[in-house]
């Protein structure tokens, strides 16, 4: 599968972005779908994540209240949407698949597929 991901961009702290991730190749509904992110000079961490089916989602602790990931399979779309940012937000946002079962979400080894990354820029 393929991974194009888009809508990071330059905003203001207090902004909002929506980031989307389209897929091509294999039938999206059989993928479950994480958001990680990258700031300068720091390891990849986890930011979010949805199963296949939709029905559960999984967001790590500096995510909870302020990011929401979602998915539309008849679009081949998965969604970050980020309220009320912050500098430290500041980060090259990647999305990336899965098909391995079982799945915890937030380890980047358990997704076998990986966009380009799109970066978001915080502005204080």
């Known amino acids: 599968v393929q991974l194009q991901a888009s809508g990071g961009g330059l905003v203001q702290a207090g902004g909002s972005l929506r980031l989307s991730c389209t897929a091509s190749g294999r039938p999206f509904s059989s993928y479950n779908m994480g958001w990680f992110r990258q700031a300068p000079g720091k390891e990849r961490e986890f930011v979010a994540a949805?199963?296949?089916?939709?029905?559960?989602?999984y967001y790590a602790d500096s995510a909870k209240g302020r990011f929401t990931i979602s998915r539309d399979n008849a679009e081949s779309t998965v969604y970050l949407q980020i309220n009320s940012l912050k500098p430290e937000d500041t980060a090259v946002y990647y999305c990336?698949?899965?098909?391995?079962?079982?799945?915890?979400?937030?380890?980047?080894?358990?997704?076998?597929?990986w966009g380009q990354g799109t970066l978001v820029t915080v502005s204080s």
């Open positions: 949805i199963r296949w089916s939709g029905g559960s989602t």
């Open positions: 990336a698949a899965t098909i391995v079962r079982p799945w915890l979400g937030f380890p980047p080894r358990e997704y076998e597929y």
